[in-house]
């Protein structure tokens, strides 16, 4: 489910170019033609069989042109990671009283489902999905993501227990509400044939359960009484 997030532009380059003045506008449309000739190039050579001399050849700017847009290659494929990053970061934050974090987070991923529904091609997803897993370097930089949003919910986790964030405890919920998700968002892969609308339904209802189990280990560690909730950092358990 967070792979989703992370292949999601949160607006059309159409839908953002109205805001934009002409220059703008111009380097959007480079951005965008960037991004669709590296993503032909890499279904066809592959993410390690494809130079950035290439993708500028063939978007017909100069290498130092992609480089400026996009300052490692792995971005070609992540390039919405940022935003994503942010919003959910702001949606945790800006909680209403009294909501918890699997609540923030069932709504956050209920708006990303919804525009899936709505705007997303599912087949180009699933290639995505399939560029990854068959590149090493692409796997290790899609950690390096995930454990980003493991931080952020186990910051937000924290809050709610009433615990530093360098504490343990709030470190597991987060790694193992990123594993369940991302796990949720795998299931691209055995869905082939699926549409939007037949899809959706059923990522949300497992997400639901996923929330459900997360958590559950939340607020069973917030009904403990003070103090009994163990103190131990990240920093004690690796030693």
């Known amino acids: 489910m ?3 997030a992370l292949h999601m ?3 059309t380059e159409e839908q953002a170019g109205h805001e934009l003045g002409l220059r703008e506008r111009k380097k959007q449309r480079t951005r965008a033609t960037i991004l669709r000739v590296a993503n032909e190039l890499f279904l066809e050579r592959g993410f390690h069989g494809t130079t950035i001399r290439d993708i500028a050849d063939a978007a017909e700017v100069s290498p130092r042109t992609v480089s400026a847009y996009f300052p490692v290659k792995e971005e070609l494929v992540f390039h919405d990671h940022e935003e994503v990053v942010r919003r959910l970061e702001r949606r945790l934050v800006d909680r209403a009283p009294g909501e918890s974090v699997t609540d923030a987070l069932r709504a956050w991923i209920a708006d ?8 997303i091609d599912l087949e180009a997803m699933r290639c995505r999905r399939e560029l990854i897993e068959s590149d090493p370097a692409l796997r290790v930089y899609e950690r390096g993501l995930l454990e980003r949003f493991e931080r952020i919910i186990a910051r937000a986790v924290a809050d709610d227990l009433g615990l530093p964030p360098n504490e343990l405890v709030p470190a597991m919920i987060g790694a193992a509400t990123i594993a369940a998700l991302d796990a949720l968002g795998r299931e691209l892969k055995t869905a082939a044939g699926c549409t939007p609308a037949e899809l959706v339904p059923q990522m949300l209802d497992l997400v639901d359960q996923a929330m459900i189990f997360i958590g559950g280990g939340v607020e069973a560690l917030n009904a403990q009484p003070e103090g009994t909730v163990p103190r131990v950092t990240k920093a004690d358990a690796d030693r």
Request: net charge negative; glycine share 0%; hydrophobic share 35%.
């Open 9 to 11: 532009s949160t607006e």
């Open 2 to 4: 967070i792979s989703f």
């Open 112 to 119: 990303i489902l919804e525009t899936i529904q709505r705007d």
